[in-house]
């Protein structure tokens, strides 16, 4: 039998496309291989086109082990370029994974044209129509893609259970792992064979190049959320998952690319992570620094009174309005600091005047002290400069021969 709905096919195989790569794509970000990911992503075409050349096979085992070393050569000859000293590791990633690309778009113009295996498919694959290729499992007609995607996750999944301490090492501390015998290279190469393998299985899909939202921008949103790899990794789940729902469900209203869709999805994530992320968010960045300039005023707000209480000059100096008059504050800001102090407990009101507590004394002692640490830090550089250029200037003086 049929499922009940097309839609459950399509957002189940985007599901799974978002899960592996939420996976996969935490531990490269961690690792600082989110490029790693791009060369694996565009190498596999050079490994599909050339395995059904030599074949014939358009799928199955051949395709996908032929991609998956493909994938590993773009990975490994950077490395080797990089290693060359020769070039940076970026520029090899930059100069390695085009031209195998370029040279997979040439075998299939010149090689495939009559083949289900054009330039759209490599790029953006069909989700909308996986329903049409399907096979029966347990009585239940399924998308092959959507069947392809699930025993890859499961290998994913199970490859995370059994080298999770591992692979986190790995990731903050190869040197560590290293010693410790964990082998991080070997785990590396093992996740760059995974990340190839799940990037075929979500060929029809996605494509090659959107395969790369789903493995990339996912696990970026995790990682300005959340402080630790279970907590990055369940995140980048849950946007690449919402992900997939938000993008079909656009396509579907302004009939558009569904795999582009869901894709561009992954960035509406992305943005709200960047300016609402509690930990490295726009707003949160806004809050801390004006938290920071807050305290600055008020520091300022208690060195100025303690330079004032007790003198001739306190009922002019320690008042709101002198905030405004001889400090040139506005009317706003002054009110906004004398209520923040007030708050804290550091001034008192005595009158029309503003007086220092006992724990506001303790604040504007600190603060003189810092201000002086800091004078006596610049004069002491000021005279080292100055005794720096004499010296120089001496030594010129007596010329070469002294």
Known sequence: MMLESIDLMILGTGALVALSGAMLGTLLVLRGQAMSGDAISHAIVLGIIVAWMLTGARAGPIVVGGAALAGLLAVIGSQALSRSGLMGHDAAIGLVFPAMFALGVLLINLNARNLHLDIDTVLLGEIGFVWLNTMSLFGVELPVAGVT?????????????MFWKEQKLA???????????FRPQAMGMALLALTSATAVAS??????????????????????????????????????VVSVGVGYGAAVRW???????????TGLGLALALAL???????????????????????TLLTHLAAHEGTAAQAEECTPEALVDHLGWSEARA??????????????????????TEAGWALARAAAER????????????EAARDMAQDSARDTARGPHG
């Open 335 to 356: 009110g906004k600091v004398v209520l923040e102090a007030l708050d804290r407990g550091v001034i008192h009101r005595a009158g029309a005047e503003l007086e220092l």
């Open 371 to 382: 201000i002086d640490r800091r004078l006596a830090l610049t004069m002491a550089a000021k």
């Open 255 to 265: 009939d558009v690319s569904i795999g582009g869709s869901m894709a561009l999805a």
């Open 149 to 161: 995607l699930a025993v890859v996750g499961a290998v994913n999944a199970v490859f995370l259970l």
């Open 203 to 240: 060929f029809d899909a996605v494509g090659v190049v959107l395969f790369l939202a789903f493995l990339i921008v996912p696990a970026v949103t995790g990682r300005l959320i959340a402080g630790s790899v279970l907590g990055i990794m369940a995140i980048a789940v849950v946007s690449g």
């Open 277 to 299: 992320s509690p930990r490295s968010g726009v707003v949160a960045a806004l809050i801390r620094a004006r938290a920071i300039e807050l305290e600055g005023l008020v520091a």
């Open 171 to 181: 990731a903050f501390d190869p040197g560590l792992a290293a010693a410790l015998g």
